[in-house]
Each structure stands twice: as C-alpha cells, then as structure tokens.
C-alpha cells in the first residue's frame, strides 16, 4: 500500500500549486483522507480532508477560502489545489488515508501515510 504525493515547487507569493495524492496496492474510495504539512521546525499541522466520496470537506481556517481539496476515487488519487500561497505555506506536504469513511483533523486517525512533497513559497 502506498500513497505518492507530488505537485510540490517553489513558487512566489500569489501564486498557486496543485498536489496530487495517488494511492496504490489498495482503493480508498471508501476511506477519508486528508492532507498535513510541516513546516521547518514546527509540528505537523492539518491542513484539509475529505470524505469517501467528497460530499464533506473540513479545511483549516489559515487556509479556508485558498485551497480546495477533492478527489477522485476512478483514479485513487486525491488533489490539493492551492491558490494565494503565501510564505507561511512553505512546508512539507503529507497526504494520508483513514481507515474511517469521513476525513478527520486528527493525525492519528491516519494510518497511511505519503513521503511528502516540498512547497516553497518566495516573498
């Protein structure tokens, strides 16, 4: 089971990036998933979930009304499209899948998890 996250790369401040989050070895059309980042020397942070089929999204409120997370189960992979970055988005990305229908802000609600994905934004 594995889930691949790409999309990362450094761009400037206003700009906007798209992660991919695609699974294999396993579906998760029936499992939340969510994205978490890490920036340099802080603590994982939730930033968006999803639920099994995407009729429920929750997003952390610094990045409500920025990013929109979706998904589409025909092809196991999930999205994070995020627009208005700003250096305070720089970090590591993370997608992972629950074992739970609903997305959840909890970390450990997760037990797959992807390698990550740099973001880096320029002022």
């Known amino acids: 089971v594995q889930l691949q996250a790409s999309g990362g790369g450094l761009v400037q401040a206003g700009g906007s990036l798209r992660l991919s989050c695609a699974a294999s070895?396993?579906?998760?059309?029936?499992?939340?998933m969510g994205w978490f980042r890490q920036a340099p020397g802080k603590g994982r942070e939730f930033v968006a979930a999803?639920?099994?089929?995407?009729?429920?999204?929750y997003y952390a409120d610094s990045v409500k009304g920025r990013y929109t997370i979706s998904r589409d189960n025909a092809k196991n992979t999930m999205y994070l499209q995020m627009n208005t970055l700003k250096p305070e988005d720089t970090a590591v990305y993370y997608c992972?899948?629950?074992?739970?229908?609903?997305?959840?802000?909890?970390?450990?609600?997760?037990?797959?998890w992807g390698q990550g994905t740099l973001v880096t934004i320029s002022s």
């Open positions: 999803i639920s099994w089929n995407g009729g429920n999204t």
């Open positions: 992972a899948a629950a074992l739970t229908a609903v997305g959840a802000t909890d970390p450990r609600r997760y037990i797959y």
């Open positions: 070895g396993r579906t998760f059309s029936n499992s939340g």
